[in-house]
């Protein structure tokens, strides 16, 4: 679409019009356009940075910038320097927090607001607005038309219900502009709307799920080598478009536990494959067949630890949390004992901060992300992936571990000043703008945001005045004000394209078979986590109902600690028959909506769900409801009402 040239003060008349931003044929065109519509004057030149060199980076850095205008605001290195808009009710009292801290959380929030109570009770906040917006635009240049136009249209004499109305279409515009923007130049967005399909090599049993088991022509072939076409279609005609084979680094053998193998997060070598997998040419050409079968390939980054006898250590323990002991033993506790070169090394376990104290993984080595030299070794040994085999993008295991702030207080370290993820994400997208990170995250979710994830897990997220609003703990709890406080904040994260999306799971491998965490609440689970328009995620052996976890131990469905490999033929009926309806509805529904938005559906009772109004077909529009709550409720919704006992569904045409 070409970019429209009018000037912010026509706006006061024609505020109702669209106008894309920028949306020209190149970057330094649209770049050129969006500051003379700005402010009026031609751009510094884009000259690269000392080191920069490929025209991609300089795309990053607008996107980067768009972002903070977006989603983040400003931050100053670890501190966030704009903070959330607070809505006040004129005369209840209570307070509202803004979705994001950038222009889509404030929008998204202030307009649902008084949608539901109407505008003249944050009309006290008009002057507050204006503050707001000119603090959260000012440090990026291209912005000063607006910032110009926000200040006339301050300062003119007008009744301020019609300034606010005025103030609401100059904003619903300048964020489709900035929307179109982004989908032109963010090419990691589909991370954000992933279908990720998680599978476990060493417990897949692929020779089972062919239902040939002992044929010889798969005897002493490795997972890697002998994955083909048809195996993709499998997961591709369940309705997924990603693929995330976890567990496929070199296990280390120093402390290992259990009889299982070892656990795939005490990890030798984070630059290989594990040869009991395949070899390095075997990886690559599962990630080409993947990508033949229009199937995206994400890999574990795991960022806070190693084995106890990985190739880092070797290389060096200054990358770790350790010291050199000239006067005896290590101590007993989260230490382990590491000789290189004649020298013993006091190496601390990796490890979280929990109750006051840190909690050890004790068969790994906690890694320093205080020293710049390990932030640079890391980042070139990710970069290896994309440049060695081609990956689409990251699962960041445990990522809030390595924020600054987190790191620092764990292991009370003085840090850098910049985060390490800021460094990593812009030379990894650098060498492929299209990598996409997601993040395992259960805290600091937008400080991993504003650093430049794609997507975070929604498990678990507290921080906001609406309380715990992650998806699978809400939807484990069953309490209906949790469950639709979640859907709340998701349906704003699958709009947002500014910041981190978020992606649903019923179950993956750190949690219990979902037949067991939602019992018979299990459909209506499943179809309000699968329809959901973001990122989504499956473990393998969900879909019929497997589970081997270890009774009074790991809770997994497929155990690290014991030998497991997944029986195709058996698993659950009933598990089964819900996945078999679930799946292909949802995947039906989906083609009919193309592209859609959701909105919250607040229906009273024990009843949750959303709307889903298609982008794609514009007025075709579907409801899904719910009863993940432990009790019966019933519903009257569009002229359709009934009964809904736990784990029941139903999907509504909307007129």
């Not at 690269?48 to 025209?55: I, Q, T, V």
């Not at 006051?356 to 040994?381: C, F, H």
């Not at 229906?603 to 899904?624: D, E, F, H, Q, W």
Request: hydrophobic share 35%.
């Amino acid at each position: 679409m070409g970019f429209i040239r009018y000037s912010f003060s026509f706006l006061f008349l024609f505020a109702a019009n669209s106008f894309p931003l920028f949306a020209g044929a190149g970057l330094e065109t649209d770049r050129y356009d969006a500051s003379l519509r700005f402010d009026l004057s031609a751009p510094e030149p884009f000259l690269p940075e000392p080191g920069k060199e490929r025209p991609d980076e300089r795309t990053y850095d607008f996107v980067v910038e768009m972002r903070e205008v977006m989603s983040s605001g400003q931050w100053s290195g670890s501190i966030p320097v704009t903070r959330h808009f607070m809505f006040r009710h004129a005369d209840e009292g209570w307070t509202a927090q803004a979705q994001a801290p950038g222009l889509e959380g404030f929008y998204w929030t202030k307009t649902e607001l008084e949608k539901k109570y109407g505008a003249d009770k944050f009309i006290h906040h008009l002057d507050d607005y204006f503050s707001y917006l000119d603090g959260l635009l000012a440090p990026v240049s291209w912005t000063g038309e607006l910032r110009s136009a926000l200040a006339e249209l301050k300062n003119k004499p007008m009744d301020r219900f019609q300034k606010n109305e005025i103030l609401n279409s100059i904003l619903e515009n300048y964020i489709l502009g900035l929307r179109e923007n982004m989908d032109k130049y963010d090419q990691a967005a589909w991370i954000k709307k992933a279908r990720i399909y998680e599978l476990f090599p060493r417990a897949y049993n692929l020779e089972g799920r062919r239902e040939t088991p002992g044929g010889e022509y798969f005897k002493g072939k490795k997972f890697f080598a002998d994955f083909e076409s048809g195996d993709f279609d499998i997961i591709k005609n369940m309705g997924f478009d990603t693929v995330w084979p976890m567990g496929i680094l070199p296990i280390g053998v120093k402390g290992q536990t259990g009889a299982g193998g070892g656990s795939p997060y005490s990890i030798s070598d984070h630059g290989s494959v594990n040869p009991d997998l395949g070899t390095e040419e075997d990886f690559r050409n599962f990630v080409g067949l993947a990508h033949q079968a229009g199937l995206k390939v994400i890999v574990d980054f795991v960022v806070n630890h190693t084995s106890l006898d990985s190739k880092l250590l070797e290389e060096n323990p200054d990358y770790f949390i350790s010291y050199e002991s000239k006067y005896g033993a290590c101590p007993k506790n989260d230490w382990f004992e590491h000789y290189r070169n004649g020298r013993l090394y006091c190496v601390h376990n990796g490890g979280f901060e929990y109750g006051g104290g840190v909690s050890s993984w004790m068969d790994t080595a906690q890694i320093n992300y205080s020293d710049p030299q390990l932030r640079k070794r890391m980042t070139e040994t990710v970069k290896s992936w994309v440049v060695k085999f081609d990956v689409d993008g990251f699962r960041v295991d445990m990522a809030y571990l390595a924020l600054n702030n987190v790191f620092s207080r764990t292991w009370n370290r003085t840090m850098p000043s910049e985060e390490f993820y800021r460094q990593l994400i812009g030379e990894l997208k650098a060498a492929k703008p299209s990598a996409g990170f997601l993040a395992e995250a259960y805290a600091f979710q937008e400080d991993l945001s504003a650093c430049g994830f794609d997507a975070i897990y929604s498990k678990y997220e507290t921080g906001r005045v609406e309380g715990q609003t992650g998806w699978y703990n809400a939807s484990e709890s069953g309490d209906v004000h949790s469950v639709n406080s979640s859907i709340n904040r998701n349906a704003f994260l699958a709009w947002q394209k500014g910041g981190a999306g978020s992606v649903m799971f019923v179950g993956n491998h750190d949690e219990a078979a979902p037949e067991r965490v939602y019992g018979p609440r299990l459909p209506a689970a499943l179809a309000l986590t699968m329809l959901y328009p973001g990122g989504v995620m499956m473990y393998s052996g969900a879909e019929i109902g497997y589970d081997a976890h270890v009774p009074g131990g790991e809770p997994k469905p497929l155990p690290f600690s014991v030998p497991c490999q997944i029986d195709w033929n058996g698993g659950s009926p009933w598990v089964k028959a819900v996945y078999g309806k679930v799946l292909p509805e949802v995947n039906a529904l989906r083609r009919e909506l193309g592209d859609y938005e959701i909105e919250p559906l607040w229906l009273g009772g024990n009843i949750s769900g959303y709307t889903m109004s298609s982008i794609s077909n514009p007025g075709l529009k579907k409801a899904v409801l719910g009863n993940l709550s432990h009790a019966g409720g019933s519903f009257n919704f569009q002229g359709h009402g009934g009964y809904l006992a736990p784990g029941e569904y139903r999907i509504i045409d909307v007129p």
